[in-house]
């Protein structure tokens, strides 16, 4: 008889301590961190976005790398792409800068200083509108001379429930929102992937605010699938984590009273 009160009472505290622990965990439905949800469909053929002309702007810094027949004059021009290194871009989660090259500066009149061609106007043109332009310039130097110009100082920054959170730098003219969301580490399993904030600078300094939804693949057609300068993405965490951590401290107390009580009803049961 001892022994039978003893099984059903281990089998009440074993149940107990279950549905405490399923209490205080909840589950992520698959549905909720499933990108570009939709038909299944082998194949669609959606119509996708392009993202805006790159163009140079006062303040940007300038790799401008410079290929000829003359070695000598070379070095001179890609020097600064090189050498003079600054701090250029900040990790949050390293928590340490990395090394960028200074390039050349545009200065507020749109103008770039360059060695033996002078003073360059650069203000909104594209980037292989700026190379063949330097280009042209340099063929009364150097012989069958090729530039290619990249910006160095564009950015963009991933906060919230991403695993590496930081700013980083913005190289590729097509840089999309899921592959900046990589650079960060993908999102946590705790990361709302339904309502996305991106904030972007408009002119003026207005200030863009939009919501997008990772889980549709509407996403891929939308006008805001790529990024630009100085975009902050921003992922909220689900109520999910929000709540939980509440729960557990204030079910903690609750929790070691029922398993200290039980265990107590068990050792005299022995007894």
Do not use: W
């Amino acid at each position: 008889m001892k022994t039978n009160s003893f099984k059903r009472l281990l089998t009440i505290y074993l149940l107990v301590i279950f549905g405490i622990i399923s209490t205080l965990t909840s589950c992520v439905q698959t549905k909720q961190i499933v990108y570009f949800q939709g038909d299944t469909t082998r194949y669609i053929s959606l119509k996708g976005s392009a993202p805006s002309i790159k163009t140079i702007q006062p303040k940007d810094i300038l790799a401008v790398m410079v290929s000829s027949l003359s070695e000598e004059s070379n070095v001179i021009f890609n020097t600064p792409n090189i050498n003079n290194l600054t701090v250029m871009n900040y990790s949050v989660s390293a928590g340490v800068g990395r090394n960028q090259p200074i390039g050349y500066y545009v200065d507020s009149l749109g103008f770039v200083a360059m060695p033996l061609i002078g003073k360059v106007y650069l203000k909104d043109k594209t980037l292989q509108v700026a190379a063949d332009t330097i280009e042209r310039r340099l063929e009364m130097f150097l012989k069958e001379p090729t530039v290619n110009v990249r910006i160095l100082n564009h950015k963009f920054s991933v906060l919230g429930e991403v695993n590496r959170p930081g700013v980083f730098n913005l190289l590729e003219e097509r840089l999309t929102i899921p592959e900046a969301l990589g650079m960060a580490g993908d999102l946590t399993i705790f990361g709302k992937r339904d309502n996305i904030l991106l904030i972007r600078e408009k002119v003026k300094g207005q200030k863009e605010l939009v919501r997008i939804d990772l889980t549709s693949r509407e996403i891929l057609s939308s006008p805001y699938y790529y990024i630009e300068q100085n975009d902050v993405i921003y992922i909220e965490p689900l109520k999910t984590k929000a709540t939980s951590t509440d729960q557990n401290y204030q079910l903690v107390p609750i929790f070691t009273g029922i398993v200290s009580a039980l265990g107590i009803l068990i050792l005299n049961l022995r007894n």
